[in-house]
């Protein structure tokens, strides 16, 4: 009787769970269709990136991160990784920065914590357990800057982990390679003319 019981409760939780998550997962659409609509992220609508542009995400994370179709091709390239929650969530916390409004500042801030933070989130980021003390506390009275400490914790794991992978997958190679060539055709019309 005992063990019909616990299995009883253990099904019981784990419906919880998932009802859980599905919820979550309703919410995470419509706030990731929301993020995409700001100008942080122009997604299609991107002009084509200069050669001078690429060659600059070379050189320094900070400049990849700064422009917007680095950050659409880094964005490309951390899907084919499975972790692209960590740009998802940086952008986020850009976002929230941005926002003076307290309400919606709340809002934002419960919503990045159940899509990124959360134990039951599927995008959830790898913070260490410090900072998620830290957040928990910064979650009583939410600011733009509630996220600050684990922000910069992803932006050095994105940094440090992803991005020497990016410069050497073939999404940087081959827009580095269509660029160029699509450089070197228009300099020669030019100079025929």
């Known amino acids: 009787m005992s063990a019909t019981r616990?299995?009883?409760?253990?099904?019981?939780?784990?419906?919880?769970?998932?009802?859980r998550l599905r919820r979550g997962l309703n919410v995470k659409a419509?706030?990731?269709s929301r993020f995409r609509r700001q100008d942080l992220y122009n997604g299609d609508n991107e002009p084509q990136p200069t050669i001078e542009e690429i060659r600059a995400w070379s050189e320094s994370f900070e400049k990849l991160m700064m422009c917007s179709s680095g950050r659409k091709a880094f964005r490309d390239f951390l899907k084919l990784e499975f972790s692209e929650e960590n740009i998802l969530f940086w952008l986020a916390c850009e976002d929230l920065k941005a926002e003076n409004s307290p309400a919606v500042i709340e809002e934002k801030a419960r919503i990045i914590y159940e899509d990124y933070i959360s134990i039951l989130s599927p995008k959830e980021v790898s913070l260490d357990s410090r900072v998620r003390e830290i957040i928990n506390r910064n979650m009583v009275d939410p600011s733009p800057h509630t996220f600050d400490e684990a922000q910069t914790?992803?932006?050095?794991?994105?940094?440090?982990?992803?991005?020497?992978?990016f410069l050497?997958?073939?999404?940087?190679k081959r827009l580095a390679q269509l660029n160029n060539n699509g450089n070197s055709g228009s300099s020669r019309k030019e100079s025929t003319t």
């Open 30 to 32: 419509a706030d990731e």
């Open 6 to 19: 616990t299995r009883t409760t253990k099904n019981s939780r784990w419906k919880t769970v998932v009802a």
């Open 168 to 172: 050497s997958s073939g999404i940087y």
């Open 153 to 165: 914790q992803i932006y050095t794991l994105m940094h440090r982990d992803s991005y020497p992978r």
